[in-house]
């Protein structure tokens, strides 16, 4: 925000002053209006008296020529300057009253904008401690998905992960049973660019292969990469329902909440690594054994050829030193 809220305050609190109104900082449109009210007033008694004036000034003749007290033309003259002064009076501070006007809708949208971040906020907290329990990969998964279509209000939902051979395969999807998914050429865009892109429409039917065959329609989507640690995981896609539309604050809380599932993700998977490691011991420790006996056996054949050179012949037994070092490591 380049104007800051107190910053905001002080420029109303300094209208307020010069406007006539009670300088708090928090201008209101019906404060205003009764200030309006109080300047129309004054104006009306200021036309009166300007009507009356004239009217002596013109019509009693018989005053103008037997009172010594009242002057009834220079009682209209000085109505007039009078009223002229009033009408720059009234001038200034309508001028004032409108940039109070700016100003307090300038303030309200600030505040309108701190509250959104502030629910944003508190309901990305409500996400992070409803995921801090997943560590099975499937069922963070599941949650991460049911929390997105939460925060946003979506009907559809899916996560694709990146496989070992670079294809984006759904694992998770809202409806289980089926329903409008987003053609993988859109999912595919957003994996390669890695920022999340809104689609608004309704969403055409290549992007919606599915859905005018069943009669519905998505109106919007929104999809978000999967990255931790710049390395992408997968893709988060989700869909509005057919009256609704997502917007840029959906866009903003889901790019935040991307990051947040991607990293619950990749400890589910670090997780269950370290499971695996821990279900098979031996086959691992197995591997470790047979790779060093392996290196040391290629190491002992090299050094049995009287033709080796003396240098490569040190090179060799650092090998096997090094290899011998591993053993001692795995039984250890």
């Known amino acids: 925000m380049g104007t800051t809220l107190e910053d905001l305050r002080e420029q109303i609190r300094r209208e307020e002053r010069v406007a006539g109104l009670r300088a708090d900082g928090h201008v209101t449109d ?53 009223a002229v002064a009033f ?57 991460v998905l049911d929390e997105a279509l939460r925060i946003v209000v979506a009907a559809t939902g899916s996560v694709q992960l990146l496989t070992e051979d670079g294809e984006l395969h759904e694992v998770v999807a809202r409806p289980v049973d089926g329903g409008p998914r987003v053609a993988d050429s859109l999912v595919a865009q957003v994996a390669l660019a890695r920022e999340p892109m809104l689609l608004s429409g309704p969403v055409p039917l290549e992007v919606d292969p599915g859905a005018k065959a069943r009669g519905d329609a998505v109106s ?26 997502f917007g840029d604050d959906d866009l903003a809380l889901v790019r935040q909440f991307a990051g947040r599932a991607a990293d619950v993700i990749a400890r589910a998977r670090r997780f269950e690594a370290a499971v695996l490691m821990v279900d098979k011991p031996t086959d691992l420790l197995a591997d470790e054994v047979r790779s060093a006996s392996s290196a040391i056996r290629d190491v002992v054949a090299a050094l049995r050829d009287d033709a080796v050179a003396p240098q490569d012949r040190l090179a060799l ?8 070092q591993r053993l001692l490591g795995v039984t250890a």
């Open 87 to 143: 009408i720059a009076y009234a001038l200034e501070k309508e001028r004032h009253l409108r940039r109070l006007t700016t100003l307090g809708h300038e303030a309200r949208a600030i505040n309108l904008e701190l509250a959104e971040r502030i629910l944003s906020s508190a309901a990305l907290a409500d996400v992070e401690r409803n995921l801090a329990g997943c560590l099975r990969l499937d069922d963070a998964l599941r949650v």
């Open 30 to 82: 019906a404060a205003i209006q009764r200030r309006r009210l109080q300047i129309a007033l004054v104006s009306v008694v200021v036309f009166l008296g300007l009507v009356m004036t004239t009217l002596v000034d013109d019509l009693w003749v018989d005053l103008k020529r037997n009172s010594s007290i009242v002057d009834p033309t220079s009682a209209r003259l000085a109505m007039i300057v009078f």
């Open 220 to 245: 919007s989507v929104v999809c978000a990469p999967l990255v931790h640690a710049d390395v992408l995981l997968g893709v988060l896609t989700l869909g509005a329902p057919p009256t609704e539309r």
């Open 317 to 324: 037994l650092a090998a096997l030193d090094a290899n011998a």
